[in-house]
Nanobody, 119 residues
């Protein structure tokens, strides 16, 4: 059974940094990349999750949402299917539940981790 194990997150003040980690547990095949999305407060549907960042193992292609570009850094290990999100210069509007996901033949989702940024 494949699971995504998330760690990191928590409480921060504006301007602080936090780091999220996500590791694929179990045997998963054909994972081409991993990424992060977030669920803002007051939203519940999966369709309301916002794209944050992604990394594809082949070629190291990286993409960021405009709202986090130049503040967040995504990195990872393709051999271990681990992805990290270094979040710098946090803002209150970064408050959300952060989910990691895989991109491949089958997409998997992590359980989510709360990030709360106070002014």
């Amino acid at each position: 059974q494949v699971q995504l194990v998330q760690s990191g997150g928590g409480l921060a003040q504006a301007g602080d940094s936090l780091r999220l980690s996500c590791e694929v547990s179990g045997r998963a095949y054909n994972i081409y990349g991993m990424g992060w999305l977030r669920q803002p407060p007051g939203t519940e549907r999966e369709s309301e999750r916002e794209f944050v960042a992604s990394i594809y193992w082949s070629g190291g292609i990286i993409d960021y949402a405009d709202s986090v570009k130049d503040r967040f850094i995504i990195s990872g290990d393709s051999d271990k299917n681990i992805v990290y999100l270094q979040m710098n210069r946090l803002k209150p509007e970064d408050t959300a539940v952060y989910y990691c996901t895989t991109y491949g033949d089958q997409d998997y989702w992590g359980p989510g981790t709360q990030v709360t940024v106070s002014p």
